[in-house]
């Protein structure tokens, strides 16, 4: 063994965005879905997105680009796919191609794998289930091929690729496997094979992600870093390893990689900071890549204070590459493709290409001396000081309620107002209803276009979107569900439609990101002070709540989530912005009572998302987030019922916050689970009304009736039938309207028949 001599490169980022500035791999992924695009022409609409973002980040001056974080669907997948991982059930798809979107979004008769958000992101990944019978065996198809592809462009390619720590440590053991870690020796061989044929490319470095080394790890994962990462180092033939860690601190992990016989660390100093790093001697011989532009927030760099964070470390390693703190997959491509931002706006932000070019003016600065971009040094000066003083950043009357009203955050005691609520709303057991959306069909974004594009006028818009609210109550009616929703076909986002209406906010037109496989959000940008002008959904839910008998319930967007989902200010602490946010959600949840409104729901899904990765920061951050949603819905009488709606998350961690939340009534992801967030409800004495997901939505598939039934017969072992929902797992805005109708017809019928069983 002879380690490898490469280079010490200067200037990166750690991965890359693959949807397409235009969406172009979801647009193209979703017509071969729907058989309109052949897998030709699919790939070559991948190919042609890969080699575009490689050539730009190479003449914009990276001089290492990432290779190998483009994914069809989820890199953790591709990660489950390289290494034989994939469950059996869909082993008997023969192409390739297809088994992988059958893993991510299931068949007909092949349920998909979990789904679970990425760290603290709202990125979310497909969990790998590792059981007993799995085998592991290398298949480098997909990264040999990308090394080809970016080298014959000419491109200095590292190839990234998930490192076996991180990809235990994200899996699920299935069939009685015992703890995944200890299974960590058996991948090693199939990584040395890897690096292997990787050096055989002619690349000088490879990435090895290991995000996972930043959450809290014990005795055994700490051991196995050195033990996994030696035995790497130690290769007869490979490039020089980069470990990358991202989202936080290394912590104790840091020394452990830090005496292993990698070649370089890649560290995030925005969630993280040098504390350790500096002066740490394992470091001498190593490159650090310093991750000191965020990869997860828009804000312009403060270039001075990233060249001293540089500076700090210079000593201690061998040589030090400037880089995003994480991949840009979490950052919108460019701030060129904002025409409406206001022009002092503009230059407060910086999004994927202009983080590239500020890390190219750090990498020179740090080169060449900071003589050469004073130029650049000097706008970023002039920015950072044009926003501080901007007169947005403060609303004095919202300052003013929020102080007088800050400590009022409780409702009478639960078990009263259930009373009280069971007199006003009259509900059947085991009550039915929706998560709040109906499918957003292709006459709705039409319609919305059209008002865009100044077509047809506000009266116009309002007409039409009125018949989509009677057509969507009309179905709820015939289906017999109990409690019905508006169905939020005015709602392009669930956080965009209240950002465009609250103050403090600026709406992107082109600023997608991927949440999941073909799906993209806008995050808004939340950069001055929060307020509400005026009511912003009461017209709506009253017009739904004219047609029908039935309860309608308002649908609002949570204060925590509409912060997860915001591109945030980081001028203050999150927990004033996200009281700022509550308080204009606690005024329209006043304004939709007083028309009329008996329930309410306050969409929280993000409230696990934010959780610090880290269980030393874990209190506070939940003492603000329950206290901001608390403020937001304990403005409301007794008899007004609160919803909240979570999904997409292990609720683990946070099941005790869930009771903190108050709400009468949680709806909260379960079917791809299998019901077992009721189970950690009951231990931690949940006793508010719950409806467990039993229809798995993230999926085109029709659950049986027979399915849904059995689900809630489970459910019934964990909670009591008078506490007990029945709704699908989230809302329905991307789904087909006939898979929704009958799957929906299945989970009425499937409600009636256990509530029949229970009344017998
Ligand atoms: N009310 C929202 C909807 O139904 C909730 C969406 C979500 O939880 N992500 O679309
Ligand atoms: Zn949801």
């Known amino acids: 063994m002879s380690a490898p001599t490469a280079s010490p490169f200067t200037a990166t980022v750690l991965g890359s965005a693959r949807i397409g500035p235009n969406r172009e791999l979801k647009k193209a992924t979703e017509a071969y879905w729907a058989g309109r695009l052949d897998r030709g022409g699919l790939e070559s609409v991948a190919a042609q997105l890969r080699a575009d973002t490689w050539s730009r980040q190479h003449t914009a001056g990276l001089d290492s680009i990432p290779v190998g974080t483009f994914s069809y669907y989820d890199h953790v997948l591709d990660t489950a796919i390289m290494l034989g991982a994939l469950p059996p059930r869909v082993a008997g798809i023969a192409d390739d191609l297809d088994r992988c979107f059958a893993a991510a979004r299931g068949t007909d008769d092949i349920a998909p794998l979990e789904m679970t958000k990425w760290f603290d992101t709202n990125y979310h990944y497909l969990v790998p289930e590792i059981g007993p019978g799995t085998v592991f065996e290398l298949d480098a198809t997909k990264i040999l091929g990308e090394i080809a592809e970016a080298r014959e462009l000419g491109v200095p390619a590292r190839p990234v690729v998930l490192g076996p720590l991180t990809f235990l440590l994200l899996s699920k053991p299935v069939d009685g496997q015992g703890p995944l870690l200890d299974r960590v020796d058996e991948l090693v061989p199939h990584y040395l094979d890897l690096l292997a044929q990787i050096a055989d490319t002619g690349v000088d470095w490879v990435q090895l992600d290991e995000p996972a080394l930043v959450r809290d790890l014990d005795r055994p994962a700490l051991d196995a870093i050195g033990r996994v990462y030696d035995a790497l180092a130690q290769a007869q033939k490979r490039p020089a390893i980069l470990v990358a860690s991202y989202f936080g601190s290394l912590g104790p992990a840091l020394e452990r990689l830090a005496h292993t016989g990698v070649e370089g660390l890649a560290v995030d100093l925005v969630a993280g900071t040098t504390t350790g790093i500096a002066g740490l001697p394992e470091l001498a011989d190593k490159l650090v890549v310093a991750g000191v532009v965020d990869g997860r927030n828009v804000w312009r760099t403060d270039l001075e204070q990233a060249l001293s964070t540089l500076a700090t470390l210079l000593g201690s390693a061998a040589a030090v590459a400037v880089s995003s703190s994480c991949s840009l997959l979490h950052v919108p491509y460019t701030i060129d493709t904002e025409p409406d931002l206001d022009e002092s706006l503009r230059t407060w932000l910086a999004f994927g290409n202009e983080k590239v070019s500020e890390i190219v003016t750090l990498a020179t600065a740090l080169r060449t001396g900071r003589d050469a971009v004073t130029d650049e040094l000097d706008a970023a000066r002039t920015a950072a000081q044009v926003r501080a003083s901007d007169p947005r950043l403060r609303n004095d009357r919202v300052r003013g309620v929020l102080a007088s009203i800050s400590t009022d955050r409780t409702r009478t005691p639960a078990d009263r107002r259930r009373e009280i609520q069971r007199r006003h709303l009259d509900l059947p057991l085991l009550p039915t209803t929706t998560i709040g959306s109906y499918p957003q069909t292709t006459r709705i974004r039409v319609t919305r276009a059209a008002l865009r594009a100044g077509e047809i006028d506000h009266g116009e818009y309002v007409r039409r979107m009125r018949d989509e609210i009677s057509e969507v109550v009309a179905l709820q009616e015939e289906l017999g569900l109990d409690v019905v929703v ?275």
């Open 486 to 760: 508006h169905g939020e076909p005015e709602r392009n986002d669930m956080v965009q439609y209240f950002a465009e209406q609250l103050d403090g906010f600026f709406a992107t037109a082109n600023g997608w990101v991927q949440s999941y496989g073909t799906r993209c959000v806008r995050p808004p940008i939340l950069y001055g002070d929060v307020a509400r002008r005026a009511p912003m959904t009461v017209e709506w839910i009253v017009y739904a709540q004219s047609l029908t008998d039935k309860p309608v319930k308002g649908m609002l967007t949570g204060p925590v989530t509409i912060l997860a989902w915001s591109f945030v200010r980081d001028d203050q602490p999150l927990a004033e912005t996200a009281d700022q946010i509550a308080l204009a959600i606690r005024d329209e949840t006043v304004d939709l009572q007083a028309a009329g409104v008996r329930i309410i729901q306050v969409d929280e899904p993000a409230l696990r998302e934010l959780l610090p990765l880290r269980a030393s920061e874990q209190p506070d951050y939940l003492k603000w987030a329950v206290g901001a949603f608390r403020l937001a819905t304990s403005g409301v009488a007794d008899s007004t019922q609160i919803h909240t709606h979570l999904c997409y998350s292990e609720f683990g961690e946070v099941i005790e916050a869930i009771a903190g939340l108050d709400a009468d009534v949680t709806s909260i992801e379960a079917a791809r689970s299998h019901m077992e967030v009721l189970d950690d409800l009951d231990a931690a004495g949940f006793d508010l009304g719950v409806g467990p997901g039993v229809y798995d939505i993230h999926s085109p598939r029709v659950p049986s009736e027979d399915e849904i039934t059995a689900l809630l017969r489970t459910a019934l072992q964990a909670v009591p039938a008078d506490r007990l929902w029945v709704n699908p797992d989230c809302g329905l805005k991307t789904r087909g309207t006939t898979e929704v109708t009958a799957s929906l017809a299945n989970l009425v019928a499937a409600a009636a028949t256990v509530r029949a069983e229970l009344n017998r």
